[in-house]
């Protein structure tokens, strides 16, 4: 075991035990520089007689979690395999698993079930998504921390796979019964996304009724066997969850979230209601063309007839008192007319983009719309008929999270997004260009801090630099707009000053790289002589400006100048 006070990796105090199983220890740490807890999860090799199993499911584990960023994973930022053990520094969650609020408190509020089943569609929603998918196949309220602030964190990824399209099935048992789909038992086919599904179903069951479903009597019954006072709706969404052919589920998590996000309409008492509400919502809008057409000046006030109104909706969302009734005046004129781009680009320039930082809860609301449920699936997926239009979100999108995520960006998070945008071929020449850059440089993140370890991330560190420079060639304010033009030339300043030394080292000449640094601060200039700048765009504009500063200090620095 690790001795409290003692340094791990160089860096990490070790605090306290927060947690403890068969097979590992779990710790809190320090990182006393940066001043930032963390968690340490620590197996040995004389704690368990399958440490060659165990320790490559920590690697499937640390592998796959090093590729993901989301507000309900956890991050992973050092392994440390030494000495007969095995170390992961991980974020510190705080909080406690659901299965301890289920020992200690019983029964979970059918509300409470209710947002965190949608939350854990989000998080499955995202992983399901990724290329290749990735299925997590161990859902259960011990695999779920509950934060303080009421959000959950999915954990312990060792059972996870990627979905290999080509697998007629799965080679052995993963996952925790009770709780697993019955095609996680070997040799009774593959797992998918709708294997989650099934485990979030019989998570959904225990959490409300208090029944582990790996225990007797061994049976789902339907929840209001347990309790009659509980929504019929959700009854039939779990039910629905746990079928045991696959294609009697749902077939993907945004069904599951939007019947959860509505399941009072699932009820039976509410359906009657619904009829009328749905007669009475066309007889305004059969009165709302009537009225249209006999005066088109003529200004409807009725808040029924004006969800009708796309141009309402924008107009309403530039104008909002707070950012929530902003979201939901975009949102809303999105799924009006889910291909018309207007609506998207205004929600991501006024809204998202505005302070230059897409926080975890606006990405959270963003990725929500996207998998909305339309008449041709899911708002994404009618977006994507209009090839034009998603190619320019698509591209937008990721340049928000490549440069703007919590204030620094997330290039991972980018990559979907230019490769939808780079492989559509509807974008002008310069952003097509930029889109395939953006994306290759996403890739490089992951391996770039090594540089120096091995021969190969040299090169790296050159093919780096040149596709930088690639991406903040040309008139961008022009081609985009002069505040994408400003957060480009950012990033380059930003990179310059972190990775001077390393550039020099990979072959970059010292006037490569001071030419390039006045290359663009006399873009800025023409940025600030041919553009209206408001408050945003000259803030932009002088924080560039500091930047350059600092990294022309930190070019002369590494150069010996």
């Given amino acids: ?41 620590e197996v040995r090799k004389d704690a368990v007689t399958n440490y060659r199993v165990v320790r490559q499911s920590l690697i499937t584990e640390t592998d796959l979690l090093k590729e993901l960023s989301h507000p309900y994973l956890p991050s992973i930022v050092d392994v440390i395999d030494e000495d007969g053990r095995f170390l992961i520094v991980m974020d510190y969650i705080e909080g406690n698993t659901l299965e301890k609020a289920l020992r200690l408190l019983g029964p979970q509020p059918q509300e409470y079930v209710i947002e965190w089943g949608i939350q854990l569609c ?265 090839k034009e239009a998603y190619a320019e979100i698509a591209y937008r999108i990721g340049v928000a999270y490549f440069y703007c995520y919590e204030g620094e960006g997330n290039k991972p998070m980018s990559s979907k997004w230019f490769t939808i945008a780079a492989e559509s071929g509807k974008l002008p020449e310069g952003q097509q260009q930029r889109a395939e850059r953006l994306g290759k440089i996403a890739g490089y993140y992951a391996t770039m801090d090594n540089i120096g370890k091995d021969g190969s991330s040299i090169i790296s560190a050159r093919e780096f630099w040149d596709d930088l420079v690639a991406v903040a060639y040309g008139d961008i304010a022009a081609v985009d707009n002069e505040t994408t033009a400003l957060i480009i030339y950012k990033e380059v300043a930003v990179q310059i000053y972190n990775r001077a030394g390393k550039f020099l080292k990979a072959g970059v000449t010292y006037d490569e790289i001071n030419n390039e640094i006045n290359y663009i601060l006399k873009n800025i200039d023409q940025i600030v002589n041919n553009y209206e700048l408001t408050d945003r765009t000259r803030d932009l504009v002088n924080a560039n400006q500091r930047q350059f500063a600092q990294a022309k200090t930190a070019l002369d620095t590494a150069a010996g100048k």
């Fill in 1 to 41: 075991m690790l001795e409290i006070g003692s340094i791990v990796g160089g860096k990490y105090k070790v605090l306290n035990i927060i947690g403890q199983g068969g097979m590992s220890t779990v710790y809190l740490a320090m990182n006393e520089r940066a001043n930032k807890q963390w968690a340490i999860k």
């Fill in 122 to 386: 989000d998080v499955l929603g995202y992983l399901h998504t990724r290329r290749p998918p990735i299925i997590y196949r161990d859902l259960k309220p011990g695999n779920i921390m509950l934060r303080p602030n009421g959000t959950i964190t999915l954990i312990d990824f060792g059972t996870a796979r990627e979905y290999k399209e080509a697998n007629t099935g799965d080679t052995s048992y993963l996952g925790t019964r009770g709780y697993a789909a019955p095609e996680q038992f070997g040799g009774m086919g593959q797992t998918d996304a709708r294997t989650d599904i099934y485990c979030l179903g019989t998570t959904l069951y225990h959490l409300v009724t208090g029944h582990n479903p790996g225990e007797p009597p061994f049976e789902l019954y339907p929840i209001r066997y347990w309790n009659p006072q509980l929504s019929p709706g959700l009854e039939y969404i779990i039910a629905k969850c746990v079928q045991n052919n696959p294609d009697d589920r749902y077939s993907s998590c945004a069904e599951v979230m939007y019947d959860l996000q509505n399941y009072k309409e699932l009820d039976r008492g509410y359906k009657k209601t619904a009829k009328i509400s749905i007669a009475l919502f066309v007889a305004v809008v059969v009165l709302f063309i009537t009225f249209l057409s006999s005066a088109v000046s003529f200004k409807v006030k009725a808040n029924t007839i004006q969800k009708e109104n796309y141009k309402h909706f924008i107009t309403e969302a530039a104008s909002a008192p707070d950012d929530l009734t902003a979201v939901d005046m975009y949102t809303k004129a999105i799924l009006m007319e889910p291909q018309n781009k207007q609506a998207y680009l205004d929600l991501l320039n006024n809204y998202i983009l505005v302070d230059e930082n897409l926080t975890k809860e606006e990405d959270s609301q963003l990725r929500a719309i996207m998998i909305t449920p339309t008449s041709d699936g899911t708002v994404e997926e009618s977006l994507a008929k209009n």
